[in-house]
Protein backbone atom coordinates (compact mmCIF):
# COMPACT_ATOMS: atom_id res chain seq x y z
CA UNK A 1 0.00 0.00 0.00
CA UNK A 2 1.40 3.32 -0.91
CA UNK A 3 1.55 6.21 1.41
CA UNK A 4 3.24 9.32 1.85
CA UNK A 5 5.61 10.76 5.04
CA UNK A 6 4.55 14.22 6.06
CA UNK A 7 6.74 14.79 9.59
CA UNK A 8 5.72 11.13 10.51
CA UNK A 9 1.92 11.43 9.75
CA UNK A 10 0.95 8.47 7.36
CA UNK A 11 -0.81 9.29 4.29
CA UNK A 12 -2.50 6.82 2.13
CA UNK A 13 -3.01 7.15 -1.37
CA UNK A 14 -3.92 5.45 -5.23
CA UNK A 15 -3.14 6.36 -8.17
CA UNK A 16 -4.87 5.61 -11.35
CA UNK A 17 -3.03 5.10 -14.77
CA UNK A 18 -4.47 7.08 -17.72
CA UNK A 19 -6.52 4.14 -19.84
CA UNK A 20 -4.27 4.66 -22.97
CA UNK A 21 -0.87 3.33 -21.54
CA UNK A 22 0.97 5.14 -24.35
CA UNK A 23 -0.10 8.42 -22.96
CA UNK A 24 1.18 7.45 -19.02
CA UNK A 25 4.45 8.78 -19.61
CA UNK A 26 3.69 12.07 -20.32
CA UNK A 27 0.41 12.19 -18.60
CA UNK A 28 -0.76 15.31 -16.81
CA UNK A 29 -1.66 14.77 -12.57
CA UNK A 30 -4.72 15.46 -11.39
CA UNK A 31 -5.01 15.01 -7.36
CA UNK A 32 -8.93 14.88 -6.28
CA UNK A 33 -9.45 15.91 -2.49
CA UNK A 34 -12.61 14.65 -0.80
CA UNK A 35 -14.41 16.60 1.92
CA UNK A 36 -15.48 17.07 5.72
CA UNK A 37 -15.05 13.08 7.03
CA UNK A 38 -15.21 11.90 3.69
CA UNK A 39 -12.87 9.16 2.34
CA UNK A 40 -11.78 8.45 -1.07
CA UNK A 41 -14.51 6.78 -2.16
CA UNK A 42 -16.24 10.24 -2.94
CA UNK A 43 -14.17 10.70 -6.18
CA UNK A 44 -15.66 7.28 -7.92
CA UNK A 45 -18.06 9.17 -10.10
CA UNK A 46 -14.45 11.59 -11.30
CA UNK A 47 -11.76 9.23 -10.96
CA UNK A 48 -11.84 6.78 -14.15
CA UNK A 49 -13.64 9.30 -16.28
CA UNK A 50 -10.70 11.51 -15.31
CA UNK A 51 -7.73 8.55 -16.34
CA UNK A 52 -10.20 7.88 -19.93
CA UNK A 53 -9.01 11.60 -20.51
CA UNK A 54 -5.64 10.87 -20.37
CA UNK A 55 -4.81 12.12 -17.12
CA UNK A 56 -2.75 10.34 -14.18
CA UNK A 57 -5.37 10.90 -11.18
CA UNK A 58 -4.01 10.37 -7.63
CA UNK A 59 -7.20 9.83 -4.49
CA UNK A 60 -5.91 10.25 -1.20
CA UNK A 61 -7.32 10.00 2.62
CA UNK A 62 -6.74 13.66 4.34
CA UNK A 63 -5.66 12.78 7.59
CA UNK A 64 -8.07 11.25 10.30
CA UNK A 65 -9.89 9.87 7.51
CA UNK A 66 -9.70 6.26 5.68
CA UNK A 67 -6.58 4.48 5.58
CA UNK A 68 -4.40 7.55 6.65
CA UNK A 69 -2.80 8.05 10.21
CA UNK A 70 -5.11 9.52 12.73
CA UNK A 71 -3.24 12.08 15.13
CA UNK A 72 -5.04 14.07 17.63
CA UNK A 73 -6.56 17.22 16.64
CA UNK A 74 -7.48 19.92 15.94
CA UNK A 75 -6.35 20.03 12.70
CA UNK A 76 -6.00 23.28 10.40
CA UNK A 77 -6.29 23.67 6.49
CA UNK A 78 -2.81 24.57 6.24
CA UNK A 79 -1.88 21.13 7.93
CA UNK A 80 -3.92 19.38 5.40
CA UNK A 81 -2.75 21.67 2.29
CA UNK A 82 0.70 20.22 3.92
CA UNK A 83 -0.67 16.78 3.53
CA UNK A 84 -1.30 17.15 0.10
CA UNK A 85 2.32 18.80 -0.83
CA UNK A 86 3.99 15.85 0.69
CA UNK A 87 1.15 13.05 -1.36
CA UNK A 88 1.95 15.00 -4.79
CA UNK A 89 5.84 15.19 -3.78
CA UNK A 90 5.52 11.06 -3.17
CA UNK A 91 3.86 10.36 -6.40
CA UNK A 92 6.65 12.91 -7.91
CA UNK A 93 4.44 15.67 -9.80
CA UNK A 94 6.33 18.41 -10.77
CA UNK A 95 2.72 20.08 -11.24
CA UNK A 96 -0.77 19.08 -10.71
CA UNK A 97 -4.27 20.36 -11.24
CA UNK A 98 -6.26 19.70 -7.72
CA UNK A 99 -9.49 19.61 -7.47
CA UNK A 100 -11.68 19.51 -4.19
CA UNK A 101 -15.22 19.70 -2.93
CA UNK A 102 -16.17 21.25 0.67
CA UNK A 103 -13.61 21.03 3.28
CA UNK A 104 -11.58 19.64 -0.17
CA UNK A 105 -12.06 23.04 -1.83
CA UNK A 106 -11.19 24.50 0.99
CA UNK A 107 -7.38 22.53 0.97
CA UNK A 108 -6.92 23.67 -2.68
CA UNK A 109 -7.08 27.07 -2.11
CA UNK A 110 -4.76 26.66 0.79
CA UNK A 111 -2.47 23.99 -1.27
CA UNK A 112 -2.30 27.17 -3.91
CA UNK A 113 -1.40 30.19 -1.64
CA UNK A 114 1.22 28.13 0.30
CA UNK A 115 2.78 25.85 -2.86
CA UNK A 116 4.10 26.16 -6.02
CA UNK A 117 2.95 23.03 -7.76
CA UNK A 118 -0.39 23.44 -9.00
CA UNK A 119 -1.52 24.25 -12.36
CA UNK A 120 -5.21 24.65 -11.73
CA UNK A 121 -7.89 24.67 -9.48
CA UNK A 122 -10.81 22.75 -9.35
CA UNK A 123 -13.52 24.23 -6.41
CA UNK A 124 -16.50 22.47 -6.27
CA UNK A 125 -19.39 23.63 -3.42
CA UNK A 126 -16.85 24.82 -1.29
CA UNK A 127 -16.40 28.85 0.27
CA UNK A 128 -13.74 31.71 0.58
CA UNK A 129 -14.58 31.31 4.23
CA UNK A 130 -14.48 34.97 6.65
CA UNK A 131 -17.09 36.49 7.48
CA UNK A 132 -19.02 37.34 4.46
CA UNK A 133 -18.94 33.64 3.14
CA UNK A 134 -22.65 32.46 3.77
CA UNK A 135 -22.39 29.55 6.39
CA UNK A 136 -24.22 26.80 6.73
CA UNK A 137 -27.89 26.96 7.48
CA UNK A 138 -28.77 26.15 11.26
CA UNK A 139 -31.34 23.55 10.39
CA UNK A 140 -28.20 21.84 8.00
CA UNK A 141 -25.90 22.27 10.99
CA UNK A 142 -28.31 20.72 13.09
CA UNK A 143 -28.80 17.69 10.81
CA UNK A 144 -25.24 16.79 10.54
CA UNK A 145 -24.15 17.25 14.35
CA UNK A 146 -27.36 16.43 15.93
CA UNK A 147 -28.10 13.20 15.57
CA UNK A 148 -30.49 11.25 17.18
CA UNK A 149 -29.75 9.20 20.49
CA UNK A 150 -30.97 5.92 19.63
CA UNK A 151 -29.61 5.68 15.61
CA UNK A 152 -27.68 3.02 14.62
CA UNK A 153 -23.92 3.72 12.83
CA UNK A 154 -26.30 3.44 9.64
CA UNK A 155 -29.00 5.58 10.64
CA UNK A 156 -26.71 8.20 11.93
CA UNK A 157 -24.82 8.20 8.58
CA UNK A 158 -27.98 8.21 6.50
CA UNK A 159 -29.45 11.33 8.89
CA UNK A 160 -26.53 13.27 8.23
CA UNK A 161 -26.20 13.34 4.72
CA UNK A 162 -30.04 13.71 4.05
CA UNK A 163 -29.64 17.85 3.49
CA UNK A 164 -25.93 17.13 1.24
CA UNK A 165 -28.70 15.57 -1.64
CA UNK A 166 -31.82 16.75 -3.15
CA UNK A 167 -35.21 15.31 -2.00
CA UNK A 168 -35.63 13.26 -5.07
CA UNK A 169 -32.63 12.26 -5.37
CA UNK A 170 -32.69 10.68 -2.51
CA UNK A 171 -36.14 9.43 -2.41
CA UNK A 172 -35.19 7.80 -6.09
CA UNK A 173 -31.80 6.01 -5.24
CA UNK A 174 -32.07 3.67 -2.01
CA UNK A 175 -30.08 1.20 -3.38
CA UNK A 176 -27.02 3.61 -3.83
CA UNK A 177 -27.48 5.52 -0.87
CA UNK A 178 -26.98 2.34 0.97
CA UNK A 179 -24.02 1.71 -0.99
CA UNK A 180 -22.09 4.94 -0.31
CA UNK A 181 -23.66 4.02 3.51
CA UNK A 182 -21.38 0.85 2.87
CA UNK A 183 -18.86 2.79 1.68
CA UNK A 184 -18.34 5.41 4.33
CA UNK A 185 -18.74 2.56 7.01
CA UNK A 186 -16.02 1.64 5.72
CA UNK A 187 -13.36 4.57 4.57
CA UNK A 188 -14.77 7.51 6.62
CA UNK A 189 -13.22 9.53 9.40
CA UNK A 190 -14.39 8.57 13.08
CA UNK A 191 -16.34 11.42 15.19
CA UNK A 192 -13.11 12.47 16.93
CA UNK A 193 -11.22 12.39 13.47
CA UNK A 194 -14.07 14.45 11.51
CA UNK A 195 -14.43 17.28 14.51
CA UNK A 196 -10.68 17.93 14.54
CA UNK A 197 -10.86 18.62 10.69
CA UNK A 198 -14.07 20.72 11.05
CA UNK A 199 -12.30 22.87 13.33
CA UNK A 200 -9.80 23.03 10.72
CA UNK A 201 -13.12 24.43 8.82
CA UNK A 202 -14.31 26.74 11.10
CA UNK A 203 -11.64 28.44 11.41
CA UNK A 204 -10.51 28.70 7.18
CA UNK A 205 -10.25 32.26 5.77
CA UNK A 206 -8.67 33.06 2.61
CA UNK A 207 -11.08 35.49 1.94
CA UNK A 208 -8.51 38.29 1.35
CA UNK A 209 -5.80 36.64 -0.47
CA UNK A 210 -7.95 34.78 -3.35
CA UNK A 211 -6.70 37.58 -5.40
CA UNK A 212 -2.88 36.03 -4.67
CA UNK A 213 -4.14 32.71 -6.77
CA UNK A 214 -3.39 33.90 -10.45
CA UNK A 215 -3.71 29.86 -12.25
CA UNK A 216 -7.18 29.27 -14.07
CA UNK A 217 -9.82 28.23 -11.25
CA UNK A 218 -13.13 26.73 -11.77
CA UNK A 219 -15.73 27.32 -9.32
CA UNK A 220 -18.15 25.13 -9.63
CA UNK A 221 -21.58 24.60 -7.61
CA UNK A 222 -25.09 23.14 -7.09
CA UNK A 223 -27.74 26.13 -6.98
CA UNK A 224 -30.07 23.62 -4.60
CA UNK A 225 -26.77 23.79 -2.18
CA UNK A 226 -27.83 23.09 1.73
CA UNK A 227 -24.43 22.96 3.47
CA UNK A 228 -23.03 25.30 1.53
CA UNK A 229 -24.90 28.02 -0.10
CA UNK A 230 -24.04 28.94 -3.29
CA UNK A 231 -23.30 32.41 -2.70
CA UNK A 232 -20.19 31.08 -1.61
CA UNK A 233 -19.58 30.65 -5.01
CA UNK A 234 -20.20 34.04 -6.32
CA UNK A 235 -17.54 35.44 -3.76
CA UNK A 236 -14.73 33.15 -5.13
CA UNK A 237 -15.84 34.11 -8.69
CA UNK A 238 -15.31 37.45 -8.33
CA UNK A 239 -12.18 37.72 -5.82
CA UNK A 240 -9.81 35.22 -8.34
CA UNK A 241 -8.27 36.65 -10.97
CA UNK A 242 -8.57 33.98 -13.37
CA UNK A 243 -11.82 31.86 -12.37
CA UNK A 244 -14.69 30.58 -14.65
CA UNK A 245 -18.07 29.56 -12.74
CA UNK A 246 -20.36 26.88 -13.53
CA UNK A 247 -23.54 26.91 -11.67
CA UNK A 248 -25.41 23.80 -11.50
CA UNK A 249 -29.02 23.71 -11.59
CA UNK A 250 -31.08 22.77 -8.47
CA UNK A 251 -27.80 20.78 -7.82
CA UNK A 252 -27.10 20.19 -4.31
CA UNK A 253 -23.85 19.84 -2.03
CA UNK A 254 -23.24 16.12 -3.38
CA UNK A 255 -24.27 17.53 -7.11
CA UNK A 256 -21.10 15.93 -9.05
CA UNK A 257 -22.65 12.98 -7.30
CA UNK A 258 -26.08 13.74 -8.36
CA UNK A 259 -25.12 15.04 -11.80
CA UNK A 260 -21.65 13.71 -12.39
CA UNK A 261 -21.77 12.85 -16.06
CA UNK A 262 -22.73 16.76 -16.32
CA UNK A 263 -20.18 17.71 -13.89
CA UNK A 264 -17.28 15.34 -15.23
CA UNK A 265 -17.78 17.49 -19.01
CA UNK A 266 -17.31 20.59 -17.75
CA UNK A 267 -14.65 19.16 -15.33
CA UNK A 268 -12.90 17.45 -18.65
CA UNK A 269 -13.17 21.05 -20.32
CA UNK A 270 -12.06 23.27 -18.09
CA UNK A 271 -8.71 20.86 -17.56
CA UNK A 272 -8.55 20.51 -21.55
CA UNK A 273 -7.60 24.35 -21.59
CA UNK A 274 -6.25 24.80 -17.94
Avoid at 142 to 156: H, K, Q, T
Wanted: net charge negative.
Amino acid sequence: MPYADNDGISLYYETIAPEDDEDARDAETVALVEGLGYGRWMWRWQKDRLAEEGYRVVVWDNRGTGDSDAPDGPYTVAEMASDLEAVLDAVGAERAHVVGASMGGMIVQQYALDYDRAESLGLLCTSPGGDEAPETPEETQARMFGVPEDADEREAIRYKMKPAMTDEFWAENDDLIESIVDWRLAGDASDAAREAQAAGVARFDASDRLGDIEVPVLVAHGTADRVLPVENADLLYEALPSAQRARFEDGSHLFFIEQAETVNDRLAEFLSHA
